[in-house]
């Protein structure tokens, strides 16, 4: 039996090492050692690729996270509009607050604004924006949110626009595709007590005469006779000097840029006749009476919210008189007139007068009606034309009476003058029976004279001057109150280039020749000046209510046209905050001769023609102008005998 033999522990690893081709054997450890760490691997590869990647969702699904801020914003920032005044976001994308370009983190967000401060509406809503500037209390809007919204933060940028009332306004004179853009007006509906009621009672309009007959054909008159040929064959009437109220409001029937929508209205007009009004009332009637019925319509004014938009600043009425008439300055029973200029309220508005106070700047004057009243741009430029040709053979002419009552009249030396000269005609007029009182005669004197003396009336101003302007007659004025600070809207600033001016006291002392002044323009500036007159022409007169004009623009046009471009200074003025602190008042009428963009004035050369009294010197400002008011009536008296 062969022994067993114990195997070496080196044998027993050659061997091990043999079959394993050379190489040793790893360890089990290392096995389980590698497994691990794949199957760890495996585990952390899973995670990190199952929670980091973005999950599947639908292109107009946001995420989670900007789902929760958009959501959270939106419940704070978006009001809750009236169905009328509902945004539209895509009519105006350029609006920032309507596009959001990025998300920021949630502690990030800044708090909402205030609704008001939100672009404004652009749907044409007939509600009016109630908010105010002028101090006006307010009713709150259907178009604003009721909810309670969180303060603005400091980090909250201030927006420019304050009132989105007015810059929507401003917005529409910039819209290059709407031809009425920045023209729209907006007409008030007022009670009839305020207008047709007066008309209806036309016998009541003037204590010296009939109104009823001057009410016909809306305001012009009855059509007036051209058997002597002095007129065309039709657009000439009757027209009486203080029917302006009637005649501008119903040319703004047939104005083209109406609008039932306030909100957008460039002005709001006011057809109160308020020459008609107080007409009725100038004589025997108490101030009580006579102030009644401007009391009533501010009281109904400032109850609309039209109103409340500016405060009035964007409102305007007409009245066919001069200004005095409405500035009574004490509640003194013998004080002439009504306040209505006076009331705090009609102070916000722009009140149109044949003439107006050098001194105020609530009112504006327009011409006086003539009697060419045209339908259509044909009968304006045969009119012209026939001017241009007539044969003249007067160097001046005077139509008036003299004011021996007024010691500062100088018309007692003008019909001296013009009687002593050969190349003067004279139209005497008084009381009774005159040619100075026959439209006729007047406008072929006009029509036969170079030059028309224009001095003062009973007031400033007189009819005369646009009926001598209207016949190619070059006015001739004797102080800048008769026309120069008065028209500015519908006459050059450089009077030199339409008329002569002749101060007062150069013939009131004795200083001037008048017939020697005129002599001394050439024939070739007299034709220059006549040609501006003619082409003034049309500037100066009223269109017939019942039609329109085509390419020419009549005085009604003129006047609207600047009272839209006044109410646009004021409501861009408001918006940007600007206040004129160094205006004065009583320097008006040098504001009005400023060019456009300049804002100071000092002194002029036609200061001693408006210096205000001063203590213990009589006034010869207000109280004087009542005193010529009353004396019109004497004047309205005679001219309404033919």
Not at 178 to 202: A, K, Q, T
Not at 230 to 250: E, L, P, R
Not at 424 to 440: M, Y
Request: hydrophobic share 35%.
């Amino acid at each position: 039996m062969m022994p067993i033999r114990r195997r070496s522990a080196t044998a027993s690893y050659q061997e091990e090492l043999e079959k394993s081709n050379g190489k040793p054997p790893q360890p089990r450890i290392c096995c389980l050692i590698s497994l691990s760490a794949m199957f760890w691997v495996l585990i952390l590869t899973f995670h990190f690729s199952a929670f980091s990647s973005p999950p599947i969702i639908g292109p107009d699904q946001p995420s989670g996270k900007h789902q929760f801020v958009l959501e959270e914003s939106s419940m704070q920032n978006i009001p809750k509009f009236d169905n009328q005044n509902i945004q539209k976001p895509q009519e105006e994308p350029e609006n920032p607050l309507l596009q959001v370009h990025s998300i920021p983190p949630q502690d990030k967000v800044p708090q909402p604004k205030p609704v008001n401060n939100l672009q404004e509406p652009d749907s044409s809503e007939n509600q009016v924006n109630h908010q105010n500037t002028s101090g006006t209390e307010t009713e709150p809007q259907p178009s604003q949110s009721t909810d309670q919204t969180p303060p603005v933060t400091q980090d909250t940028p201030k927006k420019a626009p304050k009132n989105f009332a007015l810059e929507k306004v401003l917005r529409m004179a910039e819209n290059q595709s709407d031809p009425c853009g920045g023209r729209y007006i907006y007409v008030h509906n007022l009670p009839s007590r305020f207008n047709d009621d007066m008309l209806r009672e036309c016998k009541r309009l003037s204590l010296w005469t009939n109104m009823c007959k001057f009410m016909s054909n809306d305001g012009l008159g009855p059509p007036l006779d051209n058997s002597g040929g002095v007129f065309s064959d039709t657009g000439w009437y009757a027209t009486n000097q203080f029917a302006v109220d009637v005649i501008f409001s119903n040319r703004m029937k047939q104005y083209d840029c109406l609008t039932n929508d306030s909100s957008i209205a460039a002005a709001i007009f006011v057809p109160f006749y308020a020459g008609f009004d107080i007409a009725r009332y100038l004589w025997g009637y108490n101030i009580s009476m006579r102030d009644a019925a401007s009391l009533d319509l501010v009281n109904w004014l400032e109850k609309r919210p039209e109103w409340k938009v500016m405060g009035g600043k964007d409102h305007f009425l007409v009245a066919g008189r001069i200004t005095w008439d409405f500035r009574r300055l004490t509640e003194n029973e013998m004080d002439w007139g009504n306040k209505l200029l006076f009331l705090p309220a009609a102070r916000n508005m722009s009140m149109l007068v044949v003439e107006s106070s050098p001194w105020n700047a609530n009112d504006f004057g327009i011409p006086y009606p003539t009697y060419f009243h045209p339908r259509v741009d044909a009968d304006v430029f045969i009119w012209q034309e026939r001017m241009r040709k007539l044969d003249r053979q007067w160097l001046f002419s005077f139509a008036g009476a003299p004011r021996p009552d007024n010691p500062k009249s100088i018309r007692g030396q003008i019909i001296d003058q013009c009687r002593k000269s050969s190349v003067c005609k004279l139209l005497e007029c008084d009381f009774g029976e005159s040619k100075c009182h026959s439209p006729s005669s007047i406008m072929k004197m006009f029509q036969s004279s170079l030059f028309c003396l224009q001095p003062q009336g009973d007031s400033y101003t007189r009819r005369s001057a646009f009926d001598s302007m209207l016949a190619g007659c070059i006015p001739v004025f004797f102080h800048p109150g008769s026309a120069y600070v008065q028209y500015t809207w519908h006459l050059p600033k450089n009077y030199t280039r339409y008329s002569v001016f002749l101060p007062e006291n150069d013939v009131r002392n004795g200083n001037a020749s008048i017939e020697e002044r005129l002599r001394q323009y050439s024939p070739l500036m007299v034709k220059q000046m006549r040609e501006e007159v003619i082409n003034l022409i049309p500037n100066l007169i009223y269109a017939d209510p019942r039609s329109k004009l085509e390419t020419l623009k009549d005085a009604f046009d003129v006047a609207v046209d600047a009272v839209i471009n006044r109410v646009a200074k004021i409501r861009r003025d408001m918006v940007e905050g600007r206040e004129d602190k160094d205006f004065i008042e009583e320097n008006s009428w040098k504001y009005a001769l400023l060019d456009e963009g300049e804002g100071t004035v000092g002194s002029h050369e036609w200061d001693p023609f408006f210096s205000k009294p001063k203590d213990g010197i009589p006034d010869t400002g207000n109280s004087a102008s009542a005193e010529a008011a009353k004396n019109s009536w004497k004047s309205e008296q005679r001219s309404q005998k033919f």
